[in-house]
């Protein structure tokens, strides 16, 4: 049986609406799916993230965090500004991409350094089916930038929740994996991880 037709046309956020388990949609795309325990890269924090911490447990409480605008500005914005103070990077916001007819359509924020990654806000707050969609743009990346890393990393993200991703270029695999890290509470760590995959040699 075949998900994907051929004459049609798909946007990452199409992506998204399949309803068909992970590793049938990313096979279709010539790339096999797991779930497990990865190992992540982790850098050295240089400056206290307890300002960023104390801020979210305090403003939080008094704000609706009912729409995506929301999420993207009052918990995921506040994180990647703090990044730049921390690494030097580039943050690229709805950047559009086009490989084919399957695999095109806008990144929400490709953040690059010495590597780079892409990060999704995942649509109903439904991290299954945002993974599905972010694995996509780790494949459209997968063609569009030259093999200088044979691994690219992502994170799918609901604002309070973060899980990470992984495409090994050689293998064509991609692994999801099983911790997720929460905010405001596992800043120090996910800091750690941003910081590690994007200083990545």
Do not use: C
């Not at 993230?49 to 008094?62: C, E, G, I, N, V």
């Not at 604002?159 to 293998?171: E, M």
Request: aromatic fraction near 10%.
């Amino acid at each position: 049986m075949s998900i994907l037709k051929p004459e049609r046309s798909y946007t990452f956020s199409d992506y998204f609406e399949l309803n068909y388990p992970p590793e049938m949609i990313l096979a279709e795309l010539g790339y096999s799916y797991q779930l497990t325990k990865l190992d992540l890269p982790h850098g050295t924090v240089k400056h206290s993230l307890d300002t960023l911490q104390a801020m979210f447990y305090r403003k939080l409480p008094h704000i609706s965090l009912n729409s995506e605008i929301a999420k993207r500005e009052m918990m995921i914005a506040p994180i990647l500004l703090e990044l730049l103070d921390e690494i030097d990077i580039k943050i690229d916001i709805e950047y559009p991409i086009y490989i084919n007819d399957q695999l095109k359509g806008t990144l929400d924020y490709w953040i690059h350094s010495l590597n780079s990654i892409l990060i999704v806000e995942a649509k109903k707050s439904d991290l299954e089916k945002g993974f599905t969609q972010l694995a996509a743009e780790l494949i459209a990346i997968d063609h569009y930038l030259p093999s200088d890393h044979s691994e690219l990393f992502g994170a799918i993200t609901v604002g309070d929740l973060w899980r990470f991703g992984k495409l090994d270029r050689t293998t064509k695999s991609i692994s999801r994996d099983i911790d997720a890290f929460r905010v405001p509470l596992d800043i120090p760590e996910l800091f750690k991880i941003l910081v590690g995959i994007l200083s990545h040699p």
